[in-house]
């Protein structure tokens, strides 16, 4: 049999845990329910979209008749909270099923403290956390519920900011979710072995200096044009160019690319992470 052999597998109930290794973010989220109780559970569903600073979004998949989906629906508010992997056991204890209206947090080393924009608890312990509120729900027949929802902050333990990212993913210690046997097992990794893989170029990128515009370029926003690396510089030619067209300009004038550039948050701090 060669290395590379495969075999089909039957796709059963729960096979995006069971059978595909799926790494995972491991959080717990924190809502109130109508009275106003505190609830807590795992979720792992969770992906970023959205790039841009403006609309840092986040979509999550739950299980329709879990309190968690239920009260998010109820009060449009929750708080994604990532625990380091000292606090798995504690995050195991909030996914038992408890009936509805106990505050799994009680029965964790976790402390709720309160969080800035929305009413939920955030949880002391956890490194990382998002507040959100609800932009969209889709209910999934006979499935999931999609919640799409606006990032409202981003709250941090003081100084992981400032660290590089190497020192940040040591000091956070986030446990990463493998998937579950018999739904009873859960297996985690942890990020304490780095690898680290440099993004080259493409063979092309070079090309990326002789970038064409399809407008008049003012002095100021060639300049602008020519700090950019080249590698990304047609990209943003055809960005800045449609933003002109949607101001109802035919010519890219300095002040325009300015106000292009700080509109999508590309300040100068942002692009000097695209310079070498
Ligand atoms: C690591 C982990 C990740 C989980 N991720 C999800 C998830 O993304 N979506 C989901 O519906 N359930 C997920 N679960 C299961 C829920 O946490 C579990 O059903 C919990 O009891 C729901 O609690 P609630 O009814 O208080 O919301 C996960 C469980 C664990 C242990």
Known sequence: MSEHEKEEIKIRPFWYSDIWLFPK????????????RVNAAPYSHIMQYDVMHKNPSMILGFRQDSHTFVNICDTGEFVVNCPSADYLDDMMQTARFFPAGVNELEH?????????????????????????T???????????????????AIVMDKGLEAMGREDRIKAMNLP???????RRYYYHTFADRLACHELEDPPT????????????????????????????????????????????????????????????????????????
């Open 25 to 36: 973010l491991i959080t717990v989220i924190t809502t109130l329910d109508k009275e106003g």
């Open 176 to 182: 990463i979710g493998l998937g579950d046997e018999k």
């Open 205 to 276: 990128a070079y090309q990326g200096a002789d970038a064409t515009t399809t407008m008049d370029w003012d002095e100021g926003a060639t300049g602008h044009l020519m700090r950019i690396p080249p590698g990304i510089r047609q990209l943003v030619i055809g960005q800045v160019e449609s933003f002109a067209r949607g101001e109802g300009s035919d010519r890219v004038t300095e002040a325009l690319f300015a106000r292009m550039a700080e509109e999508s948050g590309m300040d100068e701090a942002v692009m000097d992470r695209f310079r070498s």
């Open 134 to 152: 609800v932009k969209e729900i889709v209910r999934l027949e006979k499935s999931s519920g999609i919640v799409i929802a606006n990032i409202e």
């Open 108 to 132: 964790t080393r976790f402390t709720p403290i309160p969080s800035r924009k929305v009413k939920p608890p955030s949880i002391a312990e956890c490194p990382q956390i998002a507040e959100c």
